[in-house]
């Protein structure tokens, strides 16, 4: 007996009408290709640290320097357009020692686990920073409140990203 296939209010359907050729079936795969914007303030901001800088907004009104950037400040709701530079050299503010890669699998044993941290960087306002990696430090020795200097790609290996810092090393 063969399958078939009801849909209620239908026709029914079986496999052999589809082995056959009495119904079109076609199978296709689709490249869904697309583009993502950075904005205004992070397209700055990538391109900045591909020369080696690390660059922020500042609030008129209420004085706080962001970072990373933004094109209005979320506590006042006002523009920001004051561009500043800051160091890269900050503070952990958070860390973790990470036994798992990116997408979960697990760490091998002779592998070092991924440190990822907070760094409140110097120039930008107290609790303002990113969350990058931390490089030639023991998980033992990372402290809260360690001061660290970012270590940079070299210039011709710089594409715009946030990876364009390898990571932040103790100082």
């Known amino acids: 007996m063969e399958d078939t296939i009801k849909v209620a209010g239908g026709t029914g359907l079986t496999a052999d009408d589809i082995k056959s050729g009495k119904i079109f079936l076609t199978e296709d795969s689709l490249d869904c290709a697309y583009a993502w914007d950075t904005g205004v303030a992070v397209n700055r901001y990538l391109a900045e640290l591909k020369q080696g800088k690390i660059i922020a907004t500042r609030c008129k009104k209420c004085k706080r320097t962001m970072l990373p950037p933004r094109l209005f400040c979320e506590l006042c709701f006002i523009p920001c357009s004051n561009w500043q530079y800051v160091q890269d050299t900050g503070i952990v503010n958070t860390f973790s020692i990470c036994h798992v890669h990116w997408d979960a699998t697990r760490i091998g044993k002779d ?44 210039e011709a290996e710089r594409t715009g990203s946030i990876i364009d810092i390898k990571y932040f090393k103790p100082l």
């Open 111 to 154: 592998e070092k686990p991924h440190l990822p941290a907070v760094i409140e960087i110097d120039g930008a306002s107290e609790g303002m920073g990113i969350m990058h990696l931390l490089g030639e430090v023991d998980p033992e020795e990372i402290k809260i409140g360690m001061q660290v200097k970012a270590v940079w790609k070299p």
